[in-house]
């Protein structure tokens, strides 16, 4: 007999001390979260426990032969959140310290984003423990082969659908395109996003999280009238999400007083010249050292003084230790679980509003979605028409957002759960318990 969860933050510990596999850190923090939109919706314990563990779970290990000729293992995880909805959906991720229980998080997250965009699907996440970046190009592509091929069973363009998340990118889903389509016989463009656009990939999916990001932020800024041009922005990471956001802000007039990256960070509150520090950048492999700006310590980024502070690298990063220092007006999280519990709290006592990840991170997911219909149909869109429909669909989600915090009076996190939440406990409901 399973102990029952009462629908309330310590419901969290609870799920954890249940279900040890998922038990870390973001798989509480996913828990804690999802309890605040459970109170407000007065879910019943049975309802909580189906909604917060995953339904399903991949652990492997892949041996992998590296260039010097050793044998090494390397473990690869799939988590399916919820099965509910429709096919699951979510990133890869090839990351050093990757675990089950953080894979588990991601994937609940997943399954509340594509809920409040209203996409059919259930949440999944991924990857591989490993560090890309002291990897060959073979040894990657081995790993990603291996890897898809044992993902297999699990994914498919009606069962599971992976896509980009850190550490991977258009070249990891052409070769997991290539090997489950060759496993198939046939090209199954539908399997995968976040392809490219040569193999039927969505023009503009590459820079869909950053670009939805700075969509619902402009359409957040435009509620409190305050255009987005001239807006003082500083952003940590500098990578798939962040450059784009970067390059996006800086193309609507904002001005970015500083980025980061994993070997550090750059300022100038004059405002920074983007597109030299993203070629910089892509000619050095960093921000770090482009000479046209002060250098400062990594971290230091996000206690700067500006409007908007954009997390864009990982998780876990505006805590308990640095939110009473943080000195912007606005956070808007592109990155996946960058604010823990406690430091939302603290940041709504001094009243700066956060634009929560399942919302600011959501333009991924919907671009996703988009070449996923276009792979099953065959049918190429044009560009704008993918932009403009992101356009559409983070502004809507956001309303959403906006109207059920202010109908609850909650901050923009607990009102974007309880969209996403609600929507997933009906359907739950309505298919009830099988047997
Ligand atoms: P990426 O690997 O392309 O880039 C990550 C960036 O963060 C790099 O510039 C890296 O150097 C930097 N970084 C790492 N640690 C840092 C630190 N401590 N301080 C400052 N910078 C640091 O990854 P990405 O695809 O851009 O993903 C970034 C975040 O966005 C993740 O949380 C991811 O889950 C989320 N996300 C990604 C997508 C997507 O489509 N790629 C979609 C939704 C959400």
């Known amino acids: ?55 399903r779970s991949l652990v492997v290990n892949l041996p992998i032969r590296m260039d010097d000729g050793a044998l090494v293992n390397f473990a690869g995880y799939r988590v399916q959140h919820i099965l509910t909805m429709g096919p699951t959906k979510g990133g890869l991720r090839y990351a ?25 699907f259930g949440g999944a996440k991924g990857g591989v423990r490993c560090d890309p970046s002291r990897l060959s190009a073979e040894e990657i592509e081995r790993i ?10 699990v994914i498919g363009p009606d069962q599971d659908i992976p896509a980009p998340d850190m550490g991977t990118g258009e070249r990891e889903m052409a070769w997991l395109y290539d090997t489950y389509s ?6 199954v463009p539908a399997v995968v996003t976040g392809k490219p656009p040569a193999l039927g990939g969505t023009p503009g999916r590459r820079d869909a999280t950053g670009l939805g990001a700075v969509f619902a932020l402009e359409a957040a800024l435009e509620r409190r009238r305050s255009p987005l041009a001239g807006q003082r922005c500083a952003i940590q990471g500098f990578g798939n999400v962040g450059s784009v956001a970067a390059a996006e802000l800086h193309a609507r007039g904002a001005k970015l007083v500083a980025v980061s990256d994993v070997d550090g960070a750059i300022a100038d509150p004059a405002g920074l010249d983007i597109p030299a520090v993203l070629a910089w950048s892509g000619e050095h492999g960093s921000v770090a050292e482009y000479p046209e700006a002060e250098a400062i310590p990594r971290d230091a980024l996000l206690e700067l003084p500006c409007d908007v502070l954009i997390p864009a690298a990982m998780e876990h990063q505006i805590t308990a230790d640095n939110a009473a220092r943080l000195r912007c007006r606005m956070v808007a999280e592109a990155a996946n679980g960058p604010t823990t ?10 009243g700066i509003p956060i634009l929560p990840d399942v919302l600011a991170g959501g333009g991924g997911v919907t671009v996703s979605y988009f070449e996923w219909v276009q792979g099953h149909q065959r049918y190429i869109w044009s560009p704008s028409e993918v932009q403009e429909r992101l356009r559409v669909q983070m502004r809507s ?10 109908g609850l009076g909650v901050d923009l996190r607990t009102g974007a759960l309880v969209v996403a939440v609600r929507r997933v406990a009906e359907a739950a409901k309505l298919r009830a318990v099988y047997p």
């Open 1 to 55: 007999m399973r102990a029952a969860v009462a629908a309330r933050p310590g419901g969290a510990a609870a799920v954890s001390e249940r279900a040890p596999e998922w038990h870390t850190d973001l798989y509480r923090m996913a828990c804690d979260q999802f309890f605040r939109a459970a109170d407000r919706l007065d879910l019943d314990p049975d309802e909580c426990t189906r909604l917060t563990e995953p339904r």
């Open 96 to 120: 050093p310290d990757l675990a089950l229980g953080q894979c588990a998080a991601l994937a609940m997250w997943m399954t509340w984003k594509c809920a409040l965009l209203g996409l059919p």
């Open 144 to 153: 990603t082969r291996r890897f898809a091929s044992e993902l297999g069973p």
């Open 182 to 187: 060759q496993s198939a016989g046939h090209a």
């Open 341 to 350: 519990p406690a430091a939302d709290e603290i940041l709504a006592d001094r």
């Open 397 to 406: 989600a956001l309303a959403e957002v906006l109207a059920t915090s202010d």
